[in-house]
Structures are given as structure tokens and as C-alpha cells.
């Protein structure tokens, strides 16, 4: 079973119109805090990244935030974080987040999301790591991406085993349970040769 300590959350960096995902992230973050585990994140105070940094620290938790130079302004780094890092790239960013957490939690986002989750996913699939990848089917956000998932692997381009790459939960409360359960990641990767 997984031990984790330190958890990266990727989601979206607009609020949506749907504010029951407002409320998803708020309750997320708090339950972060009340776990102990630590927030990963892109170190904006925007969208529902925002909103999850502000409930893990009103919670009393701990969130690290990890930016890049150029999206200081634009994603207004948030100012009350246990730690900000502010990198040199979108790829650092990327790496550092990867480095500094034990699992991947996904919530409802937009592009930058998917290339986040895709990027974790697809590392799985090349055998580089072997993280939890928990993808948050929050009102069935991702029924769109499941079905295409499913379209890509009857029309052959994606394996069938693609699907035990991530954890599809529902419901919020699903989520530390399916970290929990998750078996210990044993791939020790050393990610300077991907
Ligand atoms: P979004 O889901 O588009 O609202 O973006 C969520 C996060 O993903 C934001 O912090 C973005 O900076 C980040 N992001 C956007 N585009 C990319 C990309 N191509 N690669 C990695 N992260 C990205």
C-alpha cells in the first residue's frame, strides 16, 4: 500500500461555470490538510488551483507551488504557500512537480490539465514510473476523455492494459481511499533520461 505524503493535484486555472468543482477543490484541499498530505501544485493563485491552495492552507496544511518565471504575472503566484518555487520552464515545472510528489490527483481542467495528466500517463506507459494517477470523474467531467479512451483502444492505437494506467474515481471522498490502496510505486526513475 501507498504511503503518501505528498500529493500533486493538477487542475484547471479558470473558475468554471458549474461551482459545484469550486466546491470539489475547496473539499479536496481539505482534506489534504487533515490527512497530512502535502499539496503539489502549479503555485498559481487562479481557477480552481487557487482555490485548492487556499483551502489546504485555511485548513492548516502544507502546499508547496511550483511556477515558471513567465507565468508569474499571468497566473499571480500565490503569496501564502509553505514553499514557491519559481523555475526556468514549463518543463521544469513539470519535472519538479513529478520529482516532488508520490502520487497525481486530476481534477476537472482545461488543456494545460490534460497535458499535465497525459504527460504522467503516457511516462506509465513507456515504463519510466509507476506513480498513482488518479483521475477525478467529478460529475462526470471526464466522460468525454474515458470515451475516446475507449474509442482508441477498439480502434487499436492504445493497449487495453492503458486503462489500469490511472484510477477513475467519482466522488470526492473516493480519493484518499484509492491512494491508500494503490500499490507502492517501484520504478525509481531517473528522469534526466526521458
Ligand atoms: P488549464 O487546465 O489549461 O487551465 O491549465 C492548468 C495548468 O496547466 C496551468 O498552471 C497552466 O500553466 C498549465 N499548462 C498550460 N499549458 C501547459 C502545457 N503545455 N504544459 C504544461 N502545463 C501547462
Redesign the pocket.
Known sequence: MTEISSLCV?????IPKDPSHIDAAKSLGKDLAENGIRLVY?G?HV?L?GVIADSTIDSGGQVTGIIPGH?HDI?VSHEKLTELHIVDS?HA??EMMYQTSDAFVVLP????????TFEMVTWRQLGLHDKPIILVNYKNYWRPLLDLMDHMIKAGFVEKEALGYFTVVEELKDIIPALAKAPDAEIKADISKF
Open positions: 493538477y487542475c484547471g486555472s479558470r502549479g498559481g481557477g488551483m507565468l497566473e514549463m515545472r513539470k481542467g482545461g488543456l494545460g490539465t490534460l497535458d499535465e
